[in-house]
């Protein structure tokens, strides 16, 4: 299957389960192409997509400087380190995995002031794998209400990575954990953003209450390693 054609399914694919199940929300799609290379994104920009996430700072840098469109949409949603924080404040409009206060203060401070206020999500933590990172309920909410010290920055919301598994329920049951969280946030500050379900779980997602889903494979195909 052709990059078009995979791309244009994963849209159907939203379409269809907004349609079955009566949901009239917008869903965002985030088009993963880490570890893909740059005709791929130039392709999809040619059809109109505009949101793309990466996970590999110095990997998006070189596809960000070479694409040079202003009016793509970079996430980060890979793990952050400390040393990287400049460059992603510097490069991303969006980052979607912060999960502590060290490291939401440190984009604020080297987020330029005279730029677009950088886009963050808080990274929560579900399934309860110990690899995986990401902050608990409670010290998410408690992050959250932090938000008037960071005049860069604003938190949009929340983005989690459940444990995976082939079975919908249990699918569904992470995802509306997140989602009890996300509204939970909600009465605290004005976020707009559940960045939850992938490839294997969109459906899932959609029906548990997300805003944005993050689908790589099936619409990249494999990734080269």
Known sequence: MSLEN???AVKQRISSCLIDHKISRQIDLLAVSKKHPIDKIQYLYQLGHRKFGESYVNEAIEKIQSINCDDIEWHFIGPLQSNKCKYIAQYFSWVQSVDSLKLLTRLNNLREPHNDKLNVLLQL?????????????DSLIELASQYEKFNNLTIRGIMCIPAPTNDTNKQILQFKTCYQVYSQLQKIIAVDTLSMGMSADLEAAIISGTTMVRIGTDIFGTRVN
């Open 6 to 8: 995979r791309y244009l």
């Open 125 to 137: 933590k579900v399934g309860g794998e110990d690899s995986k990172r990401g902050l608990s309920a």
